[in-house]
C-alpha cells in the first residue's frame, strides 16, 4: 500500500535562510506523481510544485525545489530565502497510477518563519 | 473561473443529527475527492468520486457516512447520527481527468463540522 511520511511536526527557520522539509514515500507502482501544497492559518490548500516519477530533473517552482532521490524513495521540498508568508503546513502527497489514483498526504510539517 | 466551492464553511450539528457537505469542483472537473483533517494532523483520504460512480471509498467508514456525486449537481458527503468525534473539518477536491499522475488537486476552502 501506498504511503507518505513527514517526519517533522515542526520546523524553525530564520527569514532569509533557506530550510528543507522532508517527505519519504512507499509506492511499488513505476509511475507515479508527488505533489507539496501548503496551508496557512486560513485554511486553504495551495498547490505548490509536483514531480513525476520519470522527471530526470528536479522540479523547480520560483523559490520552490523539490530534491527528489527516486532510490530512496525521497521528495523533499527546499523553500529558498524564507519569508515571514512562508509560515504555514506543508504537506507532501502522492498519487499512484494502479489502483484507484487516488491521493494521499502526509501528516504535516508545520513551519515557523523566524522575523 | 470560479474555483472549487464548498458550502456551508461552517456546520453545527447536535449529536445524532445528520450532516450534509457539498461540493461543487471547479468547472469541467468530473472527479472528486473528500478528504478529513483533525486538528494538528494531516489530510485522511475518504472517497473518490466520479459523475455518478463511487472509484473509491476505502477511507469512509462503513457505517453513517456515505457519498454521492449525481449527474447534476454538486458532490454531497453525508454523515448521519452525527457523534462529536466526526467533528473536523472536511476538504473536498476536484481534478479535471482523473487519469493523468501529473494532474494537480484543487481544494475547496473547507467545511468545518462542529458536533456540540
Known amino acids: 500500500a501506498q504511503k507518505i511520511t513527514q517526519t517533522q511536526p515542526g520546523m524553525f527557520v530564520q527569514e532569509k535562510e533557506a530550510v528543507t522539509l522532508d517527505c519519504t514515500y512507499d509506492?511499488?507502482?513505476?509511475?507515479?506523481?508527488l505533489f507539496w501544497y501548503k496551508q496557512p492559518s486560513s485554511g486553504e490548500m495551495i498547490f505548490l510544485i509536483y514531480?513525476?516519477?520519470?522527471?530526470?530533473q528536479n522540479a523547480t517552482e520560483g523559490r520552490y525545489s523539490l530534491n527528489f532521490q527516486k532510490a530512496r524513495k525521497s521528495a523533499n521540498l527546499v523553500i529558498s530565502a524564507s519569508q515571514l508568508g512562508d509560515s504555514a503546513m506543508y504537506f507532501c502527497?502522492?498519487?499512484?497510477?494502479?489502483?484507484?489514483?487516488?491521493?494521499?498526504f502526509g501528516t504535516g510539517t508545520r513551519l515557523k518563519v523566524l522575523a | 473561473n470560479a474555483g472549487v466551492m464548498q458550502n456551508p464553511r461552517h456546520l453545527v450539528r447536535r449529536r445524532g443529527q445528520e450532516a450534509r457537505l457539498r461540493c461543487s469542483p471547479m468547472?469541467?472537473?468530473?472527479?472528486v475527492y473528500w478528504y478529513r483533517q483533525l486538528p494538528e494532523e494531516g489530510l485522511k483520504f475518504m472517497v473518490y468520486?466520479?459523475?455518478?460512480?463511487?472509484?473509491?471509498e476505502s477511507g469512509m467508514p462503513k457505517e453513517r457516512f456515505s457519498a454521492e456525486f449525481p449527474k447534476e449537481g454538486p458532490s454531497i458527503l453525508r454523515i448521519q447520527q452525527v457523534v462529536r468525534g466526526d467533528s473536523a473539518a472536511y476538504f473536498c477536491?476536484?481534478?479535471?481527468?482523473?487519469?493523468?499522475?501529473?494532474?494537480?488537486?484543487?481544494f475547496g476552502s473547507g467545511t468545518q463540522l462542529s458536533v456540540l
Open positions: 502527497a502522492m498519487r499512484e497510477i494502479s489502483g484507484t489514483y487516488k491521493y494521499i
Open positions: 468520486l466520479q459523475k455518478e460512480n463511487i472509484i473509491d
Open positions: 468547472k469541467g472537473h468530473s472527479h
Open positions: 514531480q513525476g516519477s520519470y522527471d530526470q
Open positions: 509506492t511499488s507502482d513505476p509511475s507515479y506523481g
Open positions: 477536491a476536484s481534478s479535471p481527468e482523473g487519469r493523468m499522475f501529473n494532474e494537480k488537486l484543487f
